[in-house]
């Protein structure tokens, strides 16, 4: 189970949260869907060599690169931070994935702030991107998602309307928002789980 393997090291946790998709949706077929919305992209990585360690990709990051862009970043080298290192801008500023420096609850250690922001792959959002936190960690990025994916999750649906009612959306426009999403739509939501106690939850955001 998932929630059993957060006692294993750093890289494998780290996979779970970039990966955690593939452990969700055997069953759905969104194996691919959640690798490609978490930054990656398989079309023609397979033999590109990484521009950092030169072995062959695998997958090749198309991400958010807060630092400098390479042609090619393999996850081994995102996972290990030898990217973070290597595509600083300037002594000591280490390059980033995500941007961790607000909507992080204050019951998460700097460790995992760390590990999200400069060793675990990003997303493209239309807006800004966060990531999202439970249990005093961060969670598994899931994928883009539309109406059709959260429908059956409450909990995410729970949290979405939440999301929208403290951004000053009312209670019927959320849920009319929430039933647009589309995953590869102009109103999108984005889906995450919890290492821990498994509970999914999701933000939304709009071209
Ligand atoms: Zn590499
Ligand atoms: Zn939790």
Redesign the pocket.
Known sequence: MVAGAVRYCPIVKTALRILGLACLSAATGWVLLGLRASGWNLRGAWRSA?D??S?P?GFRYAGPVFGRQPEV??L??IADG?AAISLGLRDGIRAEFTDVGWGVPDDVPKAVREEISQRTPGFIGWQQEHWLYHCADAAAFLGRVGWDDVRPLPDALASLRADLVQLGVDASAAEEQIAAMHRDGELTGYLFRCLHCGTHFAYSDAS
């Open positions: 990484c950092l360690c072995r990709a970043v393999c081994r080298c030898t």
